[in-house]
């Protein structure tokens, strides 16, 4: 992390967190139970088929707040865990699953989505917490034998898609047409 930018050159990306947020990328790793409540799976050790990437979240978990702790959480989750995963839209239904178990509801069915110059796949979720809506949404792809998933949270619709606006993929090699 450089001047509130992840840089991941393995799978060419990089997303921007804002300016103090609170990095919790290393607990979330060593947690047993680490997961991203939406791209990677809970009660499982991590570590063995994937790991969080970037765990970042506008003020520390157990800092309690009137609004939605915004997070942005990136996870890398072996492709081979799902036998059969040939499409990032796949990957969502895990996703899908672990959302509903945590009290979210789909808003939006899998779309594909352009960021930059990369086309994603996306899912969108809310849920009420007392008088306020908490959103989410992933995005996922599929890379170097991966599915990566980029979940952002927020309190509006504003905040997720100035999360995702700091996303950004670095041009790859042009694939060869046979």
């Known amino acids: 992390m450089t001047q509130g930018i992840y840089r991941n050159p393995t799978f060419g990306f990089s997303c921007k967190t804002p300016a103090g947020w609170v ?55 072996s492709a081979a865990t799902y036998p059969g995963l040939k ?24 779309y594909e989505f352009v960021v930059g110059a990369k086309t994603v796949v996306r899912e969108d979720f809310q849920k009420d917490i007392a008088s306020r809506v ?18 952002f949270i927020g309190g509006t619709e504003d905040e997720i898609e100035e999360s995702i606006e700091g996303l950004s993929f670095a041009a790859g090699p042009k694939a060869h047409q046979h």
């Open 23 to 77: 990095l919790r990328t290393e607990e979330m790793n060593a947690a047993p139970e680490a997961g991203d409540g939406a791209g990677a799976k809970s009660k499982t050790n991590v570590g063995s088929t994937g790991r969080v990437l970037l765990a970042a979240f506008s003020r520390p978990p157990e800092a309690h707040g009137e609004d939605v702790n915004s997070s942005i959480l990136i996870a890398a989750e």
């Open 87 to 110: 499409e990032a839209a796949q990957y969502l239904g895990p996703v899908n699953e672990i959302a509903k178990a945590q009290g979210f509801e789909v808003v939006n069915q899998p």
């Open 134 to 151: 908490m959103l989410q949404s992933t995005l996922v792809v599929l890379a170097r034998g991966y599915a990566l998933s980029f979940t």
